[in-house]
């Protein structure tokens, strides 16, 4: 069960790929997490992806792909694995795709989780984050008890940079120019499967069961 998750920012796939990973076992992946468990760990990938960092450049697609088929060769992804977060461009879709095939490996489900970007706009603009614990609320569909603080430590609740509406619109503009063209590559691989992201959460976790389940 090798699995991408697509999807806009704020879409809900990191919430998804959570769900995911509990319930069928498998490990929840992100390039995130990969880069800095390798350059803690002063592995010749970790170096490598440091050096790029370290002068604020992009880590090259080539040695990305790297890092994610290392990790994917450990004990923990023989039953599966769920990427978030990459592939983010169709170069880096087709130099997944290469090293995979060299270990006769396919990706199996490319799950699109579907949000209008009016409505991921409406989500991330209204979220508010506790300046103390890190505990999310959004002003619209799940307010604090006391407005600007947090029910669970009392700490401030801010609305961070991230969640800015002019950050989010660019997020989407990059989005749909670089990772958006992602949904016709694994159409046409016949591995795509579009998803209503704008129900519950519950909801759309059925679906996706029933997909991965089928």
Same mark, same amino acid.
């Given at each position: 069960?090798?699995?991408?998750?697509l999807?806009a +920012?704020?879409?809900? @796939?990191?919430?998804q $790929?959570?769900?995911? $990973? *509990? #319930?069928? %076992?498998?490990?929840h /992946?992100?390039?995130?997490?990969?880069?800095?468990? %390798?350059?803690k760990?002063g592995?010749?990938l970790?170096?490598k992806?440091?050096?790029? !960092?370290? #002068?604020?450049?992009?880590? +090259?697609?080539?040695?990305?792909v &790297?890092?994610?088929?290392?990790?994917i060769e450990? &004990?923990?992804?023989? @039953?599966g694995? /769920?990427?978030?977060?990459? +592939?983010?461009? =169709?170069? #880096?879709?087709?130099?997944? &795709?290469?090293?995979?095939a060299?270990?006769? !490996?396919? =990706?199996d489900?490319a799950?699109? /989780?579907?949000v +209008?970007?009016?409505?991921?706009?409406?989500?991330?603009?209204?979220?508010r984050?506790c300046?103390?614990?890190g $505990?999310?609320f959004?002003?619209?569909y799940?307010?604090?008890k006391?407005e600007?603080?947090?029910?669970?430590?009392?700490?401030?609740?801010?609305?961070?940079d991230?969640?800015?509406?002019e950050?989010?619109? @660019?997020?989407?503009?990059v989005?749909h *120019? #670089?990772?958006a063209?992602?949904?016709?590559?694994? @159409?046409?691989?016949?591995?795509?499967?579009?998803?209503?992201?704008?129900r519950?959460?519950?909801?759309?976790?059925?679906?996706?069961?029933?997909?991965l389940e $089928?």
């Amino acid at each position: 069960m090798k699995i991408i998750m697509l999807g806009a +920012p704020g879409a809900g @796939k990191g919430t998804q $790929a959570k769900q995911i $990973a *509990e #319930q069928y %076992n498998i490990p929840h /992946i992100s390039t995130g997490d990969i880069f800095r468990a %390798n350059i803690k760990n002063g592995t010749e990938l970790g170096k490598k992806a440091k050096e790029y !960092m370290d #002068q604020g450049l992009l880590v +090259p697609d080539e040695l990305v792909v &790297d890092l994610v088929v290392d990790r994917i060769e450990k &004990d923990d992804c023989q @039953k599966g694995f /769920i990427l978030d977060g990459f +592939p983010r461009t =169709i170069p #880096q879709a087709e130099a997944l &795709d290469a090293a995979l095939a060299a270990k006769d !490996m396919k =990706i199996d489900y490319a799950l699109d /989780i579907e949000v +209008p970007d009016e409505n991921i706009i409406d989500r991330m603009s209204g979220r508010r984050s506790c300046r103390e614990c890190g $505990a999310i609320f959004h002003a619209k569909y799940n307010p604090p008890k006391s407005e600007g603080i947090c029910d669970i430590c009392s700490g401030e609740l801010i609305l961070r940079d991230d969640d800015k509406e002019e950050t989010v619109k @660019k997020r989407l503009d990059v989005y749909h *120019e #670089q990772t958006a063209p992602l949904i016709s590559h694994y @159409k046409s691989a016949g591995s795509l499967h579009e998803i209503d992201g704008t129900r519950h959460i519950d909801v759309v976790f059925d679906e996706i069961k029933s997909i991965l389940e $089928a």
